[in-house]
Each structure stands twice: as C-alpha cells, then as structure tokens.
C-alpha cells in the first residue's frame, strides 16, 4: 500500500515560494493542512518553519528562505545537503495554484492512511494490555477524526433550488463565456461537438467499436482537441507503450506518417526533425503537457486511481485506452464475468465525480453483431450503457460517393460513421469520417445540418430513390439483352 507522494509535497512546496504563497498558505491553513500531513521528516521541519513565518507577516522567496533557514541555530551540518535535494525537487515539480485543492485532498488521503496503518499496528500490540472495549472505542473517535478529513469527497456538492440560483447563473455564463475554463470537455468532431455540446466534469463517456476499426485514434483525437483548447489532460494506456501511444500524437500533429516515427526514419530527414520539434513544442498551452502513463498488465480500477490521485495535477479530461483490457481485480470473479466489467464501468463513472472532470474510454463491441455497436449487444455493452453518459458507435460504413476528397494528389474514398447510440439529454445525432490511419488523423466534412440517427432507420432522398430505380431498369435491360429466351421485360415497372 502507497502510503506517500513526495512529488505532491515537492509541489505544494513549489507554490509556497511563488507570487502565490501568501494565498498557498492561507488556503493551507483553512483547509487544516499542518506540518503533519507532510511524510519526511525534514519536510515537515521546512513546512513548520514557513507557517511560523507565516504568523510573524513574512513570506519569502525560496533564496531568502534558504539563508534564513540554514542560519537557524538548530541547523545541523547535513541540512545544506538536504535543502539542495529539496529545492531540486521543487524545480522538478511545478504546478498552478489552480490545482492547490486537488493536491491537498491526495496529501490528506496518505496522511490519513498513514494514520490509520499506525493506529491498527498499536492495537495489535495493545490487545493483550487493554479491554476490547477501550480498543473500538479508541477505533471509533480515530475514525471519526480521519472521516472529517476526507469527508469532502463524500458529498460532492449541496445546491437548493432557490438558494442556489444565482451560482447557476454564474456558472452557466462562465461556460457560456469561456467553456475551456469551466472544464468543459469536447470530442474533436466537428459536427457531434457542434449538435450534441461538450461534456462537463462528473460525465463519463465511452466509444464502441470492433477490433481495428478505430477506438484507440478516436480517444487519441479527443485527448488531442481538449489538449488544443488548454485543458488538462492525462493518459492512461494499456495496449502500448507510452512512447509509441506519443508517436500517434506526433503523426496527428505533424502530419507526417507514423511509420517514420516509429521507425526512426524521421531522424535521416533534417526539415522532418525541425517541423517535429517546432510543432510539438507549440502545441497547446505554455507550460501545460499531456502526460501518458503506461500500465502493461494488471491495470485495476485501484491502480487507476492511484494514478490519477498522484498525478501532478488536477485533469479534465482523462483518457482510458481502453476499459476492454481493464481488470476487476474482485476475487474469485473472471475478468470476462459481467460482474467484473460492472466493477470496472462503476469505477469509471465515479472517478469522472470524484476528481470532478470527464472520463473518457473504449470498449470491443460483441461479436457476430456485423460490426453495428448498439446498447443491446452483450452483457458488456448492457453494464456499460447503464453507467455511460454518453455512448459513440464508431462503425464501419461503405464507400460513398458524395464523400469522396482529394488530399496531396490522392482521391480518398470510403468512411467511418461515429453515431450517438445513448445520450442524456441531447440529440441522437452522427458525423461520417474518413480515418487516415497512417497518419493518425482523419477528414470529416463539416455538416450545415445535424444528420440524425434516432432508431438508425435512414430515409433515402428523392435523388437517392431515383438512381436506385434507375440502377435496376439498367440492370433488367442488360439482362434482358443477355438473355437467349425471348420474354417481355417492362422497363417502366417500379
């Protein structure tokens, strides 16, 4: 059991030292974060020191607070050494004040574990020397004091109707206003994030398709639109390494073939390397980076958690890549067992509440299904579409010829439809894509009108009916030529 995370004590440190710190130790200081809640030793002795100061109307840069705690006279001959390592650490570990709150909900979770570790050890060695009785008692006034701690998490948010009108108000005009602040996640299709809206914090959304057809590039693309308005956003990939689920993101961005990145050939090429670096490192925001975490087996809705708690800051978006190769982790239970993905699609659905952002996976659509993804087609799909808020069908669709476009010389033909097969509360709708596997991207035309797919029955045009008819009074009259009998063929029939 992970019992700290000194990257999170490096960066609440880092914010103690910025042009934030009066506001850093403030909101320290009301959310009842002591010296305590830090794990070393000299961690604490360093937080204990800028809290005193704190009390006196000082609040100093960290080369001021270096000097004045190395001339302490208490300083002892090793604390140069640790101070070094200590501000090597904070360098390493820079963070926004806005992700202040999501650090010191994970600092008071380990503190809390460690508490707990702590007082279930000295019951078991007390169990002999006091009553069972002074035993729960003492269990029971711990638990209370660790629960007020965490408690934050168990109720998200309390709003009355009437009370709570005038937040409404104001949240509604910061998404209205800048969407991008208020969280708000989208897909990166044009025409579904056009008619359907972006999702906010708490939803969770999942893509369903068969093998090959695309799930990985279409949360790939998502990670990538949100990354490009300035959000958060981690990645948590279980089929590929992080370096070659990045080389996707190369591609995309570059637009050169993946290949060439994952081949090395890139490297022979000096302008491909310049439009690489150059690209890449003016992609989204200053100082924001998408961070990609590798988990090749045994990847657990715990283990996930940990990840995303210990992650250096609070995400909008996260990206499983995909829920399909997730474990359960339940004992006695196969992974394959429907009760498992429960376990799996629940814990989802809570981490989108619990770190208040939009949760984004992928899973195999059943088979013998002629590759239509539905709501209806296998145990998996039925627990999944009881806890997504959203559900995309990502199918593919036949080569059409009003969706036919010329790219660097090329006619490219043939498509993808990504369709809403489950909504809350917005338009079962659905856009038509032509992938691009090569270069991890694809094309999609954006549409005047919203093309809905409610039942999934389609209604052909006047235009559509015409060349159908047209195309069977052609093939009767060939058939007719080619026929060796003589028999009447009416042409006008329908």
Known sequence: MITENLNIEYSIFFLLFTSKKTETVRYLRNRGITPEFFSALFHRELANEVFELFKTGKTLSLPMFKTHFLNRPQTSSDDSIKFSNFERGIKEHKIAFEDLEHLCDMLAEFYVTRKTLALMNDTVDNKDKKGIKDLLEELEVAHRKHRSILDKDNVKMVMGFKAGLEDRIERAKKVADDPDAAGMVCTGLKNIDKWIGRQSPGQFVIYQARTGVGKSMMLMGTAIANFKKGL???????????????????????????????????????????????????????????????????????????????????????????????????????????????????????????????????????????????????????????????????????????????????????????????????????????????????????????????????????????????????????????????????????
Request: glycine content about 6%; some cysteine; hydrophobic content about 35%.
């Open 232 to 494: 958060k956003v981690i990645v948590v990939t279980i089929e590929m390494s992080a370096e070659d689920y990045l080389y996707r993101f190369d591609a995309n961005i570059t637009g050169i073939e993946h290949r060439e990145f994952t081949q090395g050939g890139i490297t022979k090429d000096p302008d491909k390397m310049v439009a690489w670096r150059q690209k890449v490192s003016k992609f989204g925001k200053d100082g924001c980076d998408i961070l990609a975490y590798w988990v090749p087996s045994n990847c657990t809705p715990a283990k996930l958690e940990n990840i995303i708690a210990s992650n250096p800051f609070k995400p909008d978006a996260i990206i499983v890549d995909y829920a399909g190769d997730m474990k359960a982790g339940l004992k006695g239970i196969p992974d394959y067992d429907a009760r498992s993905h429960a376990e799996i699609y629940s814990a989802l659905k809570e981490f989108a509440g619990k770190f208040n952002c939009v949760v984004y996976t992928a899973q195999q659509s059943k088979r013998g299904t002629g590759g239509k993804a539905n709501t209806e087609s296998g145990s998996w799909s039925d627990v999944a579409s009881n806890k997504a808020d959203i559900m995309f069908a990502v199918e593919v669709t036949k080569e059409d010829e009003d969706f036919i476009t010329e790219v660097d010389g090329s006619m490219i033909i043939g498509r993808m439809t990504v369709a809403v097969i489950k909504g809350r509360n917005i338009p079962k709708c659905k856009t038509h894509i032509i992938p691009r596997f090569h270069r991890m991207s694809w094309l999609e035309r954006e549409e005047s009108e919203m093309i809905p797919c409610g039942s999934g029955k389609e209604i052909k045009t006047v235009k559509k009916q015409m060349e159908d008819k047209m195309a069977v009074a052609h093939k009767e009259l060939e058939s007719a030529i080619n026929s060796k009998e003589e028999s009447d063929v009416d042409l006008l029939a329908e």
